[in-house]
């Protein structure tokens, strides 16, 4: 799929612009805080309903304006589609979809990216609450099947919570938690078992992008790590394991208040060439793991929907090395992959690069052509 035209209207710091973009590599150079990461949070916006960087919409508007817009035109199977959102700082946003007024639920699907920024190192270095909501977004764009399973886990992980504060202040009996593990037990060897599905396909995946990105220097692995089954391996199915987890686990569970194993305490081991990355990586080495996890979904997206995705790429390239960065541009270019880039410095891309620039100062975006930009 592909991104043809953006108009903003009051939006962040742009007062009015209209891009048309190229259906390959789309560079916008600029100084910091001129706008470069504004255009592709607007795009991310249209396809996601919400920014990766602000979580009120009124902190979109231009300062001092009474409301803004987004208007994106794509292509989806060569078909040209419209989406528009308008926002206002007392009201609701609309959204419409070929100037139909829809809600955000059927807005999901319609336009598929990947982005990368730089706050996603975070996936490697930060919590594992991260790395779990990364895996789980992206099964949940594939099985909707899935989506519905963990809001049932979470509901019943909810459930059984409520009911160890309720033993511990000795207003239930234990034996209520007989009726709510194995409930609980069902719907996390569901999840756990579609997870460990994924991170098998995703493992193969990532390592073929680092392999690629790193000039075949690294091999990136992935794998699940199931709580508990470091001291408790799992013998049987899941089912009967997590069974036998929760009911052993009770006590300690009912003294803290909290369920203490499942899925949602499990987290994902990414390791490059054998080393752990979160503890032994270096800052390059974390920016090409998730690099490499996010190109992966490039291809887990086009496996299920037929084409790739748009790839917003903001401010990647400060951190690669020049090797690294030219295997980035050559795999997008190859691929036909419709990508948007910022950078600060044109330097990054060099003369025979196929690229189209846009310089952005100070809320406004100037001409595009082919090669170098000039002056
Ligand atoms: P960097 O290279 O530092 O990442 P950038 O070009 O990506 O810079 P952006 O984040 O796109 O910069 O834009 C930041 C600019 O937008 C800042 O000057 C900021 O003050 C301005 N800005 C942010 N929100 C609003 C708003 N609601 N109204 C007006 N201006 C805004
Ligand atoms: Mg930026």
């Given amino acids: 799929m592909k991104v043809s035209s953006l108009k903003l209207v009051d939006y962040r710091n742009y007062e009015k612009l209209e891009l048309k973009f190229y259906d390959d590599l789309n560079i916008f150079i600029g100084c910091n805080a001129q706008g470069k990461t504004n255009i592709l949070e ?114 019943l992980l909810q459930q059984r919570n409520s009911l160890l504060k309720e033993i511990r202040e000795r207003r239930a009996g234990r034996d209520m938690l007989e009726y709510w593990n194995p409930q609980l037990a069902e719907s996390a060897a569901k999840i756990t078992a579609k997870r460990l599905e994924a991170v098998k396909k995703f493992n193969m995946l990532a390592n073929l992008m680092q392999k690629r990105i790193s000039g075949n220097e690294e091999n990136l692995s992935i794998a699940y790590q199931i709580k508990g089954s470091e001291n408790e391996p799992i013998a049987g199915n899941l089912k009967i394991w997590y069974n036998e987890m929760l009911t052993r686990s009770g006590e300690e ?84 992959i419709q990508t948007l880039i910022t950078a600060t410095d044109e330097a990054y891309f060099d003369m025979q690069s196929v690229g189209r620039y846009f310089r952005v100062a100070a809320g406004s975006v100037a001409g595009a052509g082919y090669g170098k930009a000039d002056g």
Wanted: aromatic residues 10%.
């Fill in 42 to 155: 607007a795009v991310y916006y249209a396809a996601c309903g919400s920014s990766f960087r602000s979580s009120t919409d009124s902190e979109l508007v231009r300062w001092n304006a009474p409301g803004g817009s987004i208007s994106l035109g794509f292509q989806r199977f060569g078909v040209e589609n419209q989406l528009d959102f308008t926002f206002y700082r007392d009201k609701r946003r609309t959204i419409a979809y070929n100037g139909r007024k829809i809600s955000v639920k059927e807005l999901i699907g319609a336009v598929n990216v990947v982005l990368f920024a730089p706050d996603d190192l975070q996936l490697i270095k930060g919590a594992p609450a991260g790395r779990r909501r990364f895996l789980d977004m992206e099964i949940s764009q594939a099985s909707p099947a899935y989506y519905h399973e963990l809001i049932k886990y979470n509901r």
């Fill in 253 to 336: 569970d009912v003294y803290r208040g909290v369920t203490g194993i499942g899925p949602h305490r499990d987290d994902i081991i990414i390791s490059v060439n054998g080393i752990n990355l979160r503890s032994f990586g270096s800052q390059g080495q974390q920016r090409t793991g998730v690099l490499a996890m996010k190109l992966s979904e490039l291809e887990f997206i086009r496996s299920e929907t037929g084409e790739y995705p748009i790839l917003l790429l903001d401010d990647v390239m400060s951190e690669l090395d020049a090797g690294r960065r030219q295997q980035l541009l050559s795999f997008i270019g190859r691929e036909g």
